[in-house]
Structures are given as C-alpha cells and as structure tokens.
C-alpha cells in the first residue's frame, strides 16, 4: 500500500488589500454622490447677516416660507387655513418644542410676521430664525 503524504499548510501572513482599497474607494464614490441628494429641504435665498450661525441645529421642527409665499413644516407642502394642526401633528410627532423658520429673502414682512405670530398664539416659545452668513466685504447699504 502507497503510504498518504500530509500536506502541511502554512499560514499565509500577507494580507492583499487591493481588492480592500478598491471596495473602500467605490463606497467613498457612492457616498459623495448620495451626500448632497440626503439634505433635502425647499430651496430659498435666506437672508444674509453678521451674526453667528449654530454650530449644531437643535431637534425642531423647519418651517420653511418659499419665495412665493408657500409654506412648508418639514418640507411638507401646508396650507395656511391647517398650519396650525399640521404643525402640532408634526411637533407631537417628533416630541420638539422649538421651531426653526427659514424664509426666502424677497418674503413679504408681513407674512412671516403672520407666521410668528401663529407660533406664537400656539404658545411655541422657542423660535429660531434660520439666515445665511454674510461674507465679508459684502455687506449692503441700510436704504434711508
């Protein structure tokens, strides 16, 4: 009878990490396409200011007030006649207390007054106004 040779295995210590690197920058790929599709929200042309903008955004509810005068809770189209409901629902949905109000530039004083005032009479405290850093040496002339 032929006598079986053992075969004896040796551990292999090197480690290929081409197939690794290729993986990782494919996945980097894929997330710097998807990062800017992931920030939704309604577009608008906040107002510039001096002042310094958070750091971190609270949790709130984003009320957004376009250019043309829509008015969005969390990027959800609301007419003005149930913002009062819809707003609670979504404030009682995400367990917030504050609001955050993003208004385009070019909206009318007087409805985002009316808005405020709205927040307001639904006893919402914390209201924050959400504005763009203005850069330097762009400041603009105060109208007289």
Known sequence: MPRRRHRT?????????ANLVD?????LIIFMI???LLQ?????????TRAAAISEQAEGVVV??????GIYI?????????????????????????????????VLYGTAINIIGRLKELG???????????????ERTSRK
């Open 9 to 17: 295995y040796r551990a292999l210590a090197d480690i290929n990490i």
């Open 23 to 27: 993986v990782v920058l494919v996945l």
């Open 34 to 36: 998807s990062a800017p």
């Open 40 to 48: 939704s929200g309604i577009e608008v042309n906040l107002p510039q």
């Open 64 to 69: 957004t007030i376009d250019e043309k005068g």
């Open 74 to 106: 969390n990027d959800v189209w609301s007419r003005l006649e149930s913002f009062d409901e819809n707003l609670q629902r979504e404030m009682r949905t995400k367990n917030a207390s504050s609001v955050y109000l993003r208004a385009d530039s070019m």
């Open 124 to 138: 919402i405290e914390e209201i924050g106004l959400v504005t763009a850093r203005q850069e330097k040496g762009r």
